[in-house]
C-alpha cells in the first residue's frame, strides 16, 4: 500500500513541479508594475500627496531637513515595498496543512485543479489504487474538475470502515 501511496505523490509532485515551472514559482523577488496598474489612482495620489507633506516638513520650524529627508527614505521603501511580487513555489508537502505558508500562498491545493493528462495517468497507472481511480472518477463526474486536494484525501486519507 506505500508503494501505491509513492506513486500517487510522484504523480502529483510532477504535475506540481510542471506548474512551478510554468508559473515561474520560485520564490524569487521580482520587480513588478501590479500594484500601479491594479491601484493607478491611489499609487499617483500617493506621489502627488508627497509634495506638500514635503513643503510642510521642510518649511516647519519644528521639523526641518531630517523629518524631509526620513519621510522621503520612508516614501521610497514604501513604494519599493509595494513594487515588488513574490511568486512562491508550490509544495506537495503544503496539502492539507495549514501553517503560515497557508496565510500567503492560500489553499491553492482547493483551487488548483490537476491537469487531465496527470489525471490520466493515475486513472490507468496500475500502482495506483482502484478506490483513488472510482474516487477521482465519481469526482469527475458531479465536480467536473479534480483538484489536488480531491486526490490527496482520496489517497491519504482514512476511509471509515463499514
Known amino acids: 500500500m506505500v508503494m501505491t501511496m509513492d506513486e500517487v505523490k510522484r504523480l502529483l509532485t510532477e504535475e506540481i513541479e510542471r506548474i512551478n515551472r510554468e508559473e515561474k514559482r520560485d520564490n524569487k523577488i521580482r520587480f513588478s508594475r501590479k500594484f500601479m496598474q491594479s491601484h493607478p489612482y491611489l499609487f499617483a495620489a500617493m506621489l502627488v500627496s508627497y509634495v506638500p507633506v514635503a513643503i510642510i516638513l521642510f518649511y516647519a520650524p519644528y521639523f526641518g531637513l531630517p523629518y524631509l529627508i526620513g519621510f522621503t527614505v520612508f516614501l521610497l521603501v514604501m513604494t519599493l ?55 477521482i472518477e465519481k469526482i469527475r463526474r458531479t465536480k467536473g474538475d479534480v483538484d489536488f486536494y480531491d486526490v490527496f484525501s482520496l489517497a491519504y486519507h482514512q476511509q471509515p470502515s463499514r
Not at 492539507?96 to 491537469?115: I, K
Not at 489525471?119 to 474516487?135: F, R, T, W, Y
Request: hydrophobic share 35%; aromatic share 10%; glycine share 4%.
Open 81 to 135: 515595498a509595494l513594487s515588488v511580487d513574490i511568486n512562491p513555489t508550490y509544495r506537495f508537502e503544503d496539502i492539507d496543512t495549514l501553517d503560515l505558508r497557508v496565510c500567503y500562498n492560500g489553499e491553492w491545493f482547493t483551487v488548483r485543479h490537476v491537469s487531465q493528462d496527470t489525471q490520466d495517468k493515475l486513472l490507468h497507472n496500475e500502482q495506483v489504487p482502484s478506490a483513488v481511480k472510482a474516487g
